[in-house]
């Protein structure tokens, strides 16, 4: 049973570019997290879908970001016009029903 | 605000050691409280706990979890130089929202 899932690994955009980010859950999970973490710093909440909803995004920024999970495909962050201040690590994870959260290997977003 | 703090940030120790890891929280709504060990990459889960008072136990790691005083403790035996790595604890206030303290970086010396 493969893992969770997450390409790219490394991600570099200029400012002002967009940024996709994808995560495929573990098998079997219909609930998928993504956090964002920031260097020296622990993880945050960003976003909690279903599939095609979403569930909470009250981590997520009002403006630039938006998230998905289609009933086919991956999950995808999206971040439009990226800026230098969202250069991070971000986690995206998984979880069958109210159980623990599997991680992925994250996607690393530098933004120059 | 929601917290959740873990101290110490930081612990050096020598191969052999045991160490304790703290954790305590304070949050509107509390399911459970996870720990997780994060090398270079992701983070790999180690227990949840529900429960008061009941150890749970992986090999050299154990882990308790005190809803009354609001923290848990993370304890590694004989530690080896594969136990170094970041130890990250969560809550999940339901709703699936997990929310994070800061890690403690812990690093074993041979």
């Known amino acids: 049973n493969a893992g969770v899932m997450q390409n790219p690994r490394h991600l570099v955009r200029r400012r002002g570019q967009e940024a996709r980010l994808r995560c495929s859950p573990m098998k079997g999970h219909s609930h998928v997290y993504w956090y964002r973490q920031l260097p020296e710093e622990g993880l945050k909440f960003m976003v909690y879908?279903?599939?095609?909803?979403?569930?909470?995004e009250s981590g997520m920024p009002k403006e630039r970001f938006s998230a998905e999970f289609p009933k086919e495909g991956p999950s995808i962050l999206r971040i439009q016009q990226v800026v230098r201040g969202d250069s991070a690590a971000y986690f995206c994870?998984?979880?069958?029903?109210?159980?623990?959260?599997?991680f992925g290997p994250g996607t690393r977003l530098t933004v120059t | 605000e929601d917290k959740v703090v873990q101290s110490p940030l930081s612990l050096v120790v020598h191969e052999g050691d045991t160490v304790t890891l703290n954790c305590s929280y304070e949050v509107t709504n509390f399911r459970s409280l996870l720990w997780y060990k994060q090398e270079k990459k992701a983070p790999t889960f180690l227990f949840m706990l529900t429960s008061s008072g009941i150890e749970k136990k992986s090999g050299r790691l154990s882990s308790i979890l005190d809803k009354k005083e609001l923290f848990s403790i993370l304890n590694i035996t004989a530690t080896q130089t594969g136990d170094s790595a970041v130890y990250l604890c969560?809550?999940?206030?339901?709703?699936?929202?997990?929310?994070f303290g800061q890690g403690t970086r812990l690093t074993i010396n041979p």
């Open positions: 969560a809550v999940n206030q339901g709703a699936q929202k997990l929310v």
């Open positions: 994870a998984s979880s069958p029903e109210f159980y623990e959260q599997y």
């Open positions: 879908l279903q599939k095609e909803n979403i569930i909470d």
